[in-house]
């Protein structure tokens, strides 16, 4: 059978647009739907057939926990479909890395899981988002990409989602695993791995979100030297499921 990539929109400045096409900062990010975005990228044809969803069309920074609930949801509904190959899910920068570690932790799959965005938006003088789209893809198309989990592809490069960092705010240049380094490249339409991660991730993970509707309340605090007691235990006041410092 002939299996279709299922393509998944859920914002970011690779569905942003800008007042002119020199404007590389001062954009919307969230605007473009997905049949917008993949009218601005040449070549995809051959790694079709597709299917589409869009999730959402928002920045990241405003994505949620109910988001990332919803969305491990529906990956895995998808990816437990004999005619579905791949997923390859468009996303904001800024929340990217995050988004792909919970996917990577939930949705139960060996098939390839690809997250893309762009830091250009669309229409702009060199803009990244049609290229990053196509490798991604590529990637999802790559036998080799099968039992990586959630992998995050942009400028040439495959990290994954344990270990993926964005490292700066402009540059198309952003994604890095500074631990551990890239798994791989993306070069002539083909992924191609120089390692791969050792921990547990989708098929073999121990996480089942499949029956929960709401994830626990947990805050994230970054300590610092001088910390007034008052910052931890104004959190601790309102009674959160969880805690976790990150400590001195
Ligand atoms: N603010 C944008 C977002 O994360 C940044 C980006 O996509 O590069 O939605």
């Known amino acids: 059978m002939e299996t279709k990539i299922a393509l998944i929109g859920t914002g970011g400045t690779i569905a942003g647009k800008g007042a002119s096409n020199t404007d590389l900062t001062g954009y919307t990010a969230g605007v473009l739907g997905l049949d917008e975005i993949l009218a601005s990228v040449p070549g995809t044809k051959p790694y079709g057939p597709y299917t589409y969803t869009q999730f959402s069309n928002i920045e990241s920074s405003d994505i949620t926990v109910n988001h990332w609930l919803e969305l491990s949801k529906l990956v895995q509904k998808l990816v437990n479909r004999d005619d579905i190959g791949g997923v390859v899910i468009t996303h904001g920068t800024d929340s ?24 250009r938006p669309a229409g702009a003088i060199s803009a990244d988002g049609p290229i990053n789209l196509l490798q991604a893809i590529q990637v999802a ?19 994954g989602a344990r270990d993926v960092s964005k490292c700066n705010t402009t540059n198309v240049a952003t994604f890095d695993s500074p631990l551990v380094g890239h798994l791989g490249i993306v070069q002539d339409g083909v ?31 970054t300590c610092y030297g001088g910390m007034d007691d008052m910052v931890p235990m104004s959190v601790v ?7 976790i410092l990150t400590g001195l």
């Open 96 to 119: 990217m890395e995050e988004t792909a570690y919970f996917l990577n932790l939930t949705v139960h799959t060996d098939k390839p899981i690809v997250i893309t965005g762009s830091m």
């Open 141 to 159: 198309r790559t036998p080799s990409s099968v039992g990586k989990g959630v992998v995050v592809v942009l400028n040439g490069y495959i990290d």
């Open 191 to 221: 992924a191609h791995y120089y390692k791969t991660s050792t921990r547990r991730h989708t098929q073999a993970s121990v996480f089942d979100v499949s029956k929960l509707s709401e994830l626990p309340r947990v805050v994230i605090m």
């Open 237 to 243: 006041a309102t009674n959160p499921d969880g805690l």
